[in-house]
């Protein structure tokens, strides 16, 4: 994990490496859409890197519009105190990317010429990203618990602390082992609620100051892992019947049929580098040598 204010425990970096995303449609005077995504900064051979927002795929398919809300940075370099500047791009200004396998719920926006436009108006957006670094392995997955908990960073219902631009981060656990394919798919089940405008938020395992794994629990030591991007929830219809559907992202109100059983979906973050390595081989980019 990355940010200029890395002294900062993870767990106060964690805020800084979401974007509230809203989107209109076509016809839409307003915004119509909320959702979440979150900064990965891919290191390249030229010794630079690449920066990318990933969210879900249903957040920007309709989307004529997009909206993301960013923080700007103080001159000592820190986070700026106070609201975030949302900044409206036409979708046919940006540089959208999604998976190449339609039922995989991921799309990744480039960055880049967005920071760059907005560097050379004197605005300078401050975030903290994720990378490679933090992609666990098939061995570490597997050392964790059954019912391992997690951290989940979002705007659920558009809900945010507006005055000072901060997301809600809220806490659950795998409902499956984690190690585990959800229904033979490279997804998880987690153990929390899905609201409207979750739909892209980082799902992360951070246990900060101790560990919590298969051989128990262990004192002075951390880990945090990008488990997974949440994209869907299941609901029980009032016929009874269990069914999943993604997160909704519509900021109107509509009435509640079905009843939110608290149990998420999300797609596995290795599927995520999957996305990263099309989007580095879409782009003609070279990346940097792995360590």
């Not at 879900?56 to 398919?61: A, D, E, M, P, Y």
């Not at 079905?258 to 580098?273: R, T």
Request: glycine share 10%.
């Amino acid at each position: 994990m990355s940010d200029p204010s890395a002294q900062l425990p993870v767990s106060e970096q964690l805020p800084s490496v979401t974007v509230r995303i809203r989107t209109k449609g076509f016809s839409d005077r307003d915004w119509t859409g909320v959702g979440t995504g979150f900064v990965w900064v891919e290191k390249l051979a030229n010794g630079g890197s690449a920066t990318f927002l990933i969210t879900n795929r249903h957040v920007l398919k309709d989307a004529t519009v997009v909206g993301l809300t960013l923080q700007g940075t103080a001159p000592d370099g820190s986070r700026a105190s106070g609201p975030g500047r949302e900044v409206a791009t036409p979708l046919g200004e940006l540089h959208i990317i999604y998976h190449s396998r339609p039922e995989v719920d991921l799309a990744l926006l480039a960055l880049g010429p967005i920071f760059q436009r907005l560097n050379n108006a004197g605005f300078h957006p401050h975030f903290a990203s994720v990378g490679r670094d933090i992609i666990p392995s098939a061995a570490q997955i597997r050392d964790l618990s059954a019912a391992h908990p997690v951290t989940v960073v979002g705007y659920p219902n558009g809900v945010f602390d507006e005055a000072n631009n901060l997301p809600v981060v809220r806490r659950g656990t795998t409902a499956i082992p984690p190690w585990i394919d959800y229904q033979g798919n490279k997804d998880l089940l987690l153990d929390i609620a899905v609201f409207g405008g979750s739909s892209g938020s980082p799902v992360f395992v951070l246990d900060e100051g101790f560990t919590i794994g298969r051989a128990g629990f262990q004192l002075g030591s951390s880990q945090l892992y990008l488990m997974g991007v949440l994209k869907a929830g299941h609901y029980q219809t009032e016929l009874g019947t269990i069914i999943q559907i993604p997160a909704p992202t519509a900021m109107i109100s509509v009435a509640e049929v079905d009843k939110m059983i608290n149990l998420a979906v999300c797609v596995k973050s290795e599927q995520v580098v999957g996305l990263i390595d099309q989007a580095i081989a879409q782009f003609k980019l070279t990346p940097a040598p792995s360590s």
